[in-house]
């Protein structure tokens, strides 16, 4: 902590750079409503971290590993006989469990460094798909799209949970009077689009040692920029009306916050929730949770 003044206080927070394997759990869960209509997702992870060091360009590598993954259902109980939906989920999930990340200094996720094995096992996947889920060719196709070489490090990099998950916050300055402010897209944040924001991150909490802290994240629609789907958004919502004519307004809430141990530079849980709701006709909401268990 460095204190510059009487009035404003600036925080430069390290990350842990210990190369041990810490395991986490996750949760992952959408809600749409059009209408009266309820569709319900929910998939809990078990997984573990490992530094690894560093890339030539001075990056992070960190190695991932899935062990399990699941269903809840609506009253967040385990899904023990999946659909056929959630089978294909699953199974396309699989060429996941063994990923190498690189991450900037600041820790915040660039992409995958093992692309081509990502995609030789999708390669396998497929094959084994295509025979399991003849009716389902449009789906596959659409994975088939985000495996190639020029989308895949999109779709990795826009990805909901590492954009929260690795919090892009270590090694910046925390002003007391100014929050740390980074623009972001919500992948598929209303349907199937891509939403631009800018997240604020703020030091809420923090006891007198400064052992442990709280850092509340929140964000608002970036209209200004030129990759933001207005356009797509109204086709969108002209698709659900009834219609034509009618004005309706575009609600967007974010709210969440990372518990942190700064002295040890490690982050020891993560809770987000956000949504897009268009008054009776469509809501979008969107709960990540993740938490340190332990480390070996």
């Known amino acids: 902590m460095i204190q510059t003044g009487q009035k404003n206080i600036e925080y430069l927070l390290e990350l842990n750079g210990e190369p041990v394997v810490r395991t986490y759990t996750a949760e992952i869960k959408n809600v749409v409503a059009k209408g009266k209509k309820v569709e319900h997702s929910c998939v809990v992870l078990f997984f573990t971290l490992q530094y690894l060091g560093t890339t030539e360009e001075g990056n992070l ?3 991932s ?13 385990p899904i023990f006989k999946p659909s056929k939906a959630q089978k294909l989920a699953l199974n396309v999930a699989k060429i996941n469990d063994e990923l190498i990340l690189e991450v ?6 660039i992409g995958i460094i093992n692309v081509e094995e990502v995609q030789k096992k999708w390669r396998k996947l497929k094959g084994i798909l295509q025979d399991s889920f003849t009716d389902l060719h449009t789906v596959i196709g659409d994975f088939d799209w985000q495996m190639q070489t020029e989308n895949i490090q999109k779709i990795y990099r826009n990805d909901v949970f590492y954009n ?13 009077e100014k929050s740390l402010e980074h623009k972001k897209v919500l992948m598929n944040g209303i349907h199937n689009l891509d939403v631009p924001v800018i997240e604020k991150k703020t030091i809420d909490e923090e006891d007198v040692l ?8 929140s964000a608002e629609l970036d209209t200004k920029d030129k990759l933001f789907p207005l356009e797509k958004m109204n086709v969108f919502l002209g698709s659900l009306l009834g219609t034509k004519g009618s004005k309706h307004s575009l609600e967007f809430d974010y709210d969440g916050l990372y518990k942190v141990k700064p002295r040890i530079g490690l982050i020891t849980e993560g809770h987000l929730t956000y949504s897009f709701c268009i008054k009776d006709i469509y809501t979008k909401s969107t709960t990540i949770n993740f ?6």
């Open 104 to 109: 900037s200094k600041n820790y915040k996720f």
């Open 164 to 176: 929260f998950f690795f919090s892009n916050f270590f090694y910046q300055e925390f002003n007391t």
């Open 291 to 296: 938490n340190l268990e332990k480390d070996e």
């Open 65 to 77: 590993s899935i062990q399990r993954r699941f269903f809840l259902d609506d009253k967040n109980r």
């Open 210 to 217: 400064f052992q442990n802290i709280t850092i509340s994240t």
């Open 61 to 63: 590598r960190y190695k």
